[in-house]
């Protein structure tokens, strides 16, 4: 049994509880072994003293005898993640045996094949469609829409020059050491 799987056994054990039902660690050990893992009592405390100390608000009750419980009462809501539902419709060109690097960074698209190539429409975020290409490199070909395409284009030759500029100079001379 490895111990990082007992303490979160332990967690959701504990979130069941609150103020007017806690649990004692004899019976949290119970409860552990009915799925299969031995615990004592005192791994229990420690491991609880473990989820106190990285911030979960588990407390003792005035009566020790009585055992713990959660207060959730004010456990903050983890942060919500921006979601771009912006998608482009582009359509990609690229060889077979570079389609699972494909597939894990643009996804699976409406596809055809032509010869050793695949021709896919694929919808993207726009929030991150560029540097998901630039990630791809010669793996994969933006072949529409043209505007998206003269765009792409036009940023690799930034990139490119950028790069050439700093050969040229000293600086990137000092870099290369």
Known sequence: MQPKLKLLKILDILKETDKTNPITAPAICSRLEKMGIKAERKSV????????????K??????NKLGYYMDSSDIPLPPAIPVSLDLIRITVEFKKDDAEAVYAILGQGEEKEDGEYIISE??????????????????VKLTAPSELKEEFEKKLDEVADFYKKRRASEKMDFWLL
């Not at 588990?58 to 009566?63: A, E, K, N, P, S």
């Open 45 to 56: 405390c420690r491991d609880i003293n473990t989820l106190i100390e990285y911030g979960y």
């Open 58 to 63: 588990i407390v003792l009750c005035h009566d």
């Open 122 to 139: 694929i919808g993207v975020p726009s929030s991150n469609l560029f540097s998901n290409l630039f990630m791809l490199g010669t793996s």
